[in-house]
């Protein structure tokens, strides 16, 4: 089984709500499922996972951050692509801390633009109460770790990209 390393990404508003995106496949192996998600994905051929996150978030949210803060977690589980492929994944989450919740969808690939339908700056108590389907399974646990520590914010070296 193939390795998937990938950088995920908990950004938080200055109000600690954490950004997710609504998933949803219409079509392929992963066809009705609907689910909401941190940004993120997998690494590039000679990324590390500083590097991917940080390109992760410029692509999906128009956000360019000089600074995350260290690890924060770590998950390994078996995956199901859309296409089919089963992978094992290894998934590293970073935080920040985001001085606007102003996003661009310019840097969406031709799959993000099909599969990504919304997202939504979650509080921790809609993440407590809701019903939906939120991956990563423990993300109020990761939430936990992200605010007892240093965030980084851009309030000085931050620039959205406009489009």
């Not at 993440?127 to 936990?144: A, C, H, K, M, S």
Request: proline share 5%; charged share 20%; glycine share 10%.
């Amino acid at each position: 089984m193939r390795q998937r390393p990938a950088a995920r990404l908990l950004v938080l508003d200055q109000q600690d709500r954490v950004l997710l995106f609504r998933f949803f496949h219409s079509s392929g192996a992963l066809a009705g499922r609907s689910y909401w998600s941190t940004p993120g994905g997998s690494l590039k051929d000679g990324e590390n996972f500083v590097q991917a996150a940080k390109r992760e978030l410029h692509e999906e949210t128009g956000l360019n951050a000089p600074f995350l803060s260290s690890e924060i977690g770590q998950r390994t589980f078996v995956l199901t692509l859309a296409g089919g492929e089963t992978v094992l994944a290894d998934e590293r989450f970073f935080a920040l801390r985001a001085p606007e919740t102003t996003l661009s969808s310019s840097g969406w690939t031709p799959n993000e633009k099909n599969v990504l339908k919304g997202h939504h700056w979650w509080s921790i108590g809609e993440l407590e109460q809701t019903t939906e389907i939120i991956f990563p399974e423990r993300l109020l646990d990761l939430l936990t770790t992200a605010l007892s520590g240093h965030l980084p914010c851009f309030q000085r070296g931050f620039s959205p990209t406009k489009g």
